[in-house]
Each structure stands twice: as structure tokens, then as C-alpha cells.
T-cell receptor
Framework: SAVISQKPSRDICQRGTSLTIQCQVD?????MFWYRQQPGQSLTLIAT?????????ESGFVIDKFPISRPNLTFSTLTVSNMSPEDSSIYLC????????????????FGPGTRLTVL | DAKTTQPPSMDCAEGRAANLPCNHS???????VYWYRQIHSQGPQYIIH???NNETNEMASLIITEDRKSSTLILPHATLRDTAVYYC??????????????FGQGTTLQVKP
């Protein structure tokens, strides 16, 4: 399995500022992802963090608002830029590990999340 | 990735089997069925996945219909710790899969004493 840690675990920020969330995996992984979970809602995929190239963003999410870095196979950051109260959410990092076998698949492990409140 | 439909909520008595249904009528031949769950205030956790055969592991069993248009996750002896939101996800697996998961609204399972 993969153990994922995130920093900070929670933060309260002022409107207009930016926050960078760090995600550390205890082993090298090929895929890393960032999700957002708004209060009472399901998870929404923001982007796939690609090592050595730009992140791949899902519809509705743009690099200017959510810049992502992936400098190596164990680490990624997500920045929430120019924040507004609508950005108040839990932000989760996940990593995919390849599992070989009769049904090869990519198992995803999730971090504990970063709870962000924007005032 | 194919869309899935799940009931929004279910109850189950502790010690009984919990059967969680999922419809995925538009599933294509190279798409797998995955189940994850999210216990309150935690990140989602992988449970099980399958392609067309029934699968069982230490956590649960997955029953996929012959036409693959629906599936059922079975928790054989539900405990209070199984109270969570359960997500059924269909996506391309294998080497050609992107690896990303698209979550629907899931089923909130409440296990009651």
C-alpha cells in the first residue's frame, strides 16, 4: 500500500490570498491526483499531476486557479489561488499504484485531506 | 467512463449482510467496476473491483450480472464501523486506463445496532 500525508491538515484563509497544499507519498508512484470535496458533496477530480510535465485538468478547473507541481515520483503540491469563500472545501491528494495480476488495475490511495475555510 | 446509479441511502442491521446495488447500463467491454468507501472525515478507501466474474476478498464480495449492466457489493456481516458512503465507479482498467476515478454521489450506508 501507499501512505499519503498532506500539509496542512486544515487552514483558515482570507479572501484573495493563496494557499499551497503539500502531498507526500511514502513510495514512488506513477500517478497522483487532486480532488475537491465540498461540504456534503462527493469528490470532484481537479487534475492529474504528471511528473515532469504540466498537470492535466478536468473540465471546470484551470491552471491559473489551481497550479500544480509534481517535481518527483513521491511529491506534489496544489495551490488554491486568489481564494474566495466558494473555495472552502476539503482538498484530497491521491496516488495510484499499479497492481499486477489476473485483473491488473490501478489502486488509488487517498490522503487524509486538507480542510480549507476561506473567510 | 460510464455513468453509475446508486440509491442515495440504505440501512442495515449490525451482523446482517449489506447488499449495495449499482446500475451501470452503459458500461463498455474494457471498463471495470470499482467500489470505494469513505468513512466520515477520512479519504476514500479501495474495497474491491471486477470485470465480469464475481470477486471476493477479505472485505467484501462483488457480484456482476452476466450482461454487466449492474452489480452488487456485499458486506457479509456488517458492523458499525462499516457505516460510510459507498461509491461504485466504472472506468477503463488495465494498461490503457488513465487511473483517474470519477466519483458519483454514492450510497450512504447506515449500520444500526
Amino acid at each position: 500500500s501507499a501512505v499519503i500525508s498532506q500539509k496542512p491538515s486544515r487552514d483558515i484563509c482570507q479572501r484573495g490570498t493563496s494557499l499551497t497544499i503539500q502531498c507526500q507519498v511514502d513510495s514512488q508512484v506513477t500517478m497522483m491526483f487532486w480532488y475537491r470535496q465540498q461540504p456534503g458533496q462527493s469528490l470532484t477530480l481537479i487534475a492529474t499531476a504528471n511528473q515532469g510535465s504540466e498537470a492535466t485538468y478536468e473540465s471546470g478547473f484551470v491552471i491559473d486557479k489551481f497550479p500544480i507541481s509534481r517535481p518527483n515520483l513521491t511529491f506534489s503540491t496544489l495551490t488554491v489561488s486568489n481564494m474566495s469563500p466558494e473555495d472552502s472545501s476539503i482538498y484530497l491528494c491521491s496516488a495510484g499504484l499499479r497492481r499486477e495480476g489476473p485483473l491488473s488495475y490501478n489502486e488509488q490511495f487517498f490522503g487524509p485531506g486538507t480542510r480549507l475555510t476561506v473567510l | 467512463d460510464a455513468k453509475t446509479t446508486q440509491p442515495p441511502s440504505m440501512d442495515c442491521a449490525e451482523g446482517r449482510a449489506a447488499n449495495l446495488p449499482c446500475n451501470h447500463s452503459t458500461i463498455s467491454g474494457n471498463e471495470y467496476v470499482y467500489w470505494y468507501r469513505q468513512i466520515h472525515s477520512q479519504g476514500p478507501q479501495y474495497i474491491i473491483h471486477g470485470l465480469k466474474n464475481n470477486e471476493t476478498n477479505e472485505m467484501a464480495s462483488l457480484i456482476i450480472t452476466e450482461d454487466r449492466k449492474s452489480s452488487t457489493l456485499i458486506l457479509p456481516h456488517a458492523t458499525l464501523r462499516d457505516t460510510a458512503v459507498y461509491y461504485c465507479i466504472v472506468r477503463v482498467g488495465g494498461p490503457s486506463g488513465t487511473g483517474k476515478l470519477i466519483f458519483g454521489q454514492g450510497t450512504t450506508l447506515q449500520v444500526k445496532p
